[in-house]
Structure formats: C-alpha cells, structure tokens
C-alpha cells in the first residue's frame, strides 16, 4: 500500500506525534506544568480510542509497517504503559520543576516510537524504532539535573546502548548482503533458497546482541541494575516494562518472520541464554538492600522466564510471551507506584524504609504484597497466569529441563520477595507516622491492583483477545 | 578499477574489531564514543558494498546509509551532551 492510502490507518499515531509537538510548545503559555502532564494523558487516551484494527493486515508505506493483531496489541500496551507512567511522574517528588513539559513530551514521542517498534516489518524501520526509543530513554533516564547518580546512569545507559544498536546494526549490514533486501518476508525467501544460510546466524547473534540489551538479556543485563537504580523512580517503572515488552515484540518479529525455518540452529543459544537469564537475575536480587535494585534484578529474570516462551516457539510459546508480558507490565509497574509513594516521603528506596510499612500505610503494603506475589508466579494473581502458559509451552515443546530449572529460580525468586514482605510486616518502623499517596499515585495503583488481580481470576477476554493474534 | 567485495569485507570487519576492541580498552568516554562511531562506519562500508555486488534493489543500502548517518549525528548529539552533563556534576569523563 502506498503511501498516500497508508495515512487513514495512520491516524493515530500522527495524532500522537502532533500532541507530543503540542505538549512541547504549550510550556511556553501554560504555567501549571501539571496541566501538561494531564493534557498528555488525554493525547494517549484520544489515541487509543482512535486505534482500530482492520479487518485484514495491512502492510503500510510499501511494506515498511504491518497493521496486523499483533500490532494492535501492542499498540493498547505501549499507550497503556506510558499512560500510568504518566500519571505517577504526576506525583514525583524528585521531579524538577522546570522542565516538566519537555519530559511529558518526550514521554509521549517514546510511545510513537515504541508503536513504530511493533508494526516495523523492514530492517530499515526496526533499527530506527529501536534507535529513537533508545535515545528518548537515554535523556530520560538523565532527568534529574543535580543527581550526580541519575547523570552516571544515563551515560552508562548511553555507552551499552550504542554499542549494542551498533553491534545490531553490524549484524544488519551482514544479514542485507546475505539476502539483498531489508525486508524480512524476502529475507526470509532468500535464506531458504540461497546458501546463505550460515552468514544469516551470524547475523541473527549480532541482531540478538541489539534486542538482548533492549530486553536486558543475559550476558547484556550489567547495565539494568545501575540504570534502573540510577535512573527517576517513574523512568525506571517504564524503562522495565515498556523497551522489554517492545524488545520481545520486534524479536518475535524477527524471528517468526524471517529465522522460523532455522529454529533447530537458534534454539539451543536462546535455550541456554534463558536459563542464564533467569538464574543471574535471581541468584544476584537475593543480596540487594535497595528495592530498586532489588526490582532491577527481578525484571532480568522475568525476561529469562519469558525468553521460554520463545524458546519453545509454538503458537502456545508466542501467545504466552504476550500474557505474560501483559500480567508482567500491571504487576511491576504496580509494585513500582507502591516505591514512588515510599521514596516521595523518605527520599529513599533503602528496604530499610519499607520496615513497618504494614502499620503506617496498611493498603500500600498490601498492595505491595499483592504484586509481589504475582511477581513470584502465585495464584490467584496475573503473574500465575503468565507464568502457567510460559510453563506449559516449553512442557509442550518437549522442554522439561528449562521447566525445571525454572521451577527452581521460581522457589529463589519467592525467598527475596518475600524478605520485602517480612520487612513490611514484621520489622518495627521506629515512627508510625501514616503515609498518604497523592490521587495520581492512588489511581494508578487502583488501575493496576484491579489489572493484576483481574488478570489472574477472570484471564479469560485477553486470552480471547491473544487468540486472534497469529504470531507464525 | 573494481575492488572486490572480499577486500572491503576484510576491511569493514577489521574497521569493526577496532571499534569494538576500542569500546571495551578505552576508559574515556568520548573515546568511547569515537570508537562506537568506527563500528557505524564499518556498517556503512559494508552496506554500500553489498548495495553494490549482492542487492536486489542497489538503492535499499545506499539509502540506510543515509539513515545510519543521520542516526549516528543524533546519537553524538544526545550522547556529548550527557557527558557534558556528567561533567559539570562529577568533574569526570573517565569511567572508573
């Protein structure tokens, strides 16, 4: 389809990048800077109702962007995602005041382009979604001004992520000469046909290397702890959920579009690298004493349970990325609103502020408990759901051993969860002075209670919605 | 007179080893930097190469090459300006 008749299915997201323009250029007639923050969460809503999923795929702009299901789904999650990241930086303590609009602004370009990362079908288009993701995450995650250690953590965000869009985009140059085109359907054509076969793996491991760092994939997870610790309390939220589910997205992309009749060649790398994955991020969160940190490593092991999905890379395997990068998405972002409202009254994310949390805030900490089970995968919850489909799709592979060690990781992972709900519980906090979250923090964290526990006990209309989706 | 691809392949992937052997021995980091600028460099070299022996359509490399370049401008803007920042913070471009 060309360009021209392109534009009717396009209209949301050219709404999107005219209300980031507009968020920008409204700093310099609006003074309460909250109303921009409000105005950006009314763009992403607009623009949510405006998506509509035709009837068929659509391939937009010559082929460079697919509007199929699988877009469209993550189309709602990247809208979504940004949404409540918007809406708890409403209330950040820590966020300096003059620059306000110009981070909703970036905020919302970042959710144009991680639209633009799910619908990318052509090289071309996937490195330069991934590419501005990047590069709006690297400003944002600088965003505090006089924080020595935000500045620290963006350069180091900045260094690892170059070099990894480079390595990938090496690894591009190779897989084009190897197949003379950029679009992954041809490629797909011309490396079953030609001999090419060996120089295309090649490619796809300098490809993995780009998309691991996105999904902070182990061994290219060591810059996640820093980052994420580092990084304003809200970025960090977004920055754990929204480039993974994205990053998941554009591998699934990849692999099922062009690298499908290679599976038997990648399969063992992506088998080992999950167990890695998840072993890594859970053997090292048990030592952490800062819940951000403590999170940071948690989410690199949930990317390890979520690589299994692809690892058996069935219809079931891809579906269940997609539950549970969903669940995943409500409960992490949930436990992190649950940090903000800490770290706004302490100005710390030590676990020693967490002590007696269960007398002075009784719903945060139940809250927090709440998505901290899910987290470890118990039911009733959405991260149960997640997990049981992620689980039973690599049992259905024929993958028992990745089930097993993933089994153990989970019984690791409950031990450090549960040290936070202990300290919230039965540690003594020396005052009991009661914390009250502002609306923005509470709403969010309604939202995201009634998505986790929703989720876990009526999972049914998203798995209806999931079974449209064909991922192969 | 043609080069053949094979030289400018051995040229690119060497162009590619320095970057990378750069990015990991430098602890500066506007060394960093330049070094991660040979590997786009190096991924040029090769997409003109290809665009010329191996493509379908000789346009498609020629065109992410253009694309490749402005991304690498915006990535050096983004990226000295936050070791400005860090600078005017910390006193430091070293990494250690």
Known sequence: MSAIDSIPFFIPEILLLIGAFAVLFADFFVTNKKLIGITGLVILVATACLARLPAEPQALFSGFFQLDAFTHFFRYAALGIVGVTILTSLSYARMPKAYQSEYYSLFLFMAFGLILMSAATNLLMIFLAVEFVSIVSYLLVGFLKDDPGSKEASAKYLLFGSLASAIMLFGMSLLFGATGSLDLDVIRAQLAGSGFADLGLISLMLILVGLGFKISMAPFHMWAPDVYQGAPTPVTAFLTVGPKALGFAVLIRVLAGSFDHLYSHWSSLIFVLSILTMTIGNVVAIAQNNIKRLLAYSSIAQAGYILMGIVAFSDTGLRAVLIYLIAYAFTNLGAFVVVIAVSNRFQSDELESYSGLGRRAPLLAASLTIFLLSLAGMPPFAGFIGKFYVFTSALEAGFVSIAVVAALNSAVAAYYYFRVIRQMYLVPASDEDPISPSFSLALALCLMLIGTIALGIFPGPLLGFISQIVPL | ?96
């Open chain 2, 1 to 96: 007179m043609i080069i053949p691809l094979e030289h400018i392949l051995m040229f690119s992937t060497l162009l590619f080893a320095i970057g990378v052997y750069g990015t990991l021995v430098r602890r500066n980091l506007i060394g960093i930097l330049i070094s991660i600028e040979l590997i786009l460099n190096a991924v040029n070299v090769n997409l003109v190469a290809f665009s010329r022996t191996t493509a379908l359509s000789p346009d498609t490399g020629q065109i992410f090459t253009f694309f490749v370049i402005a991304l690498a401008a915006a990535a050096a803007a983004v990226g000295l300006a936050i070791v400005l920042a860090l600078y005017r913070t910390s006193r430091t471009i070293f990494t250690d």
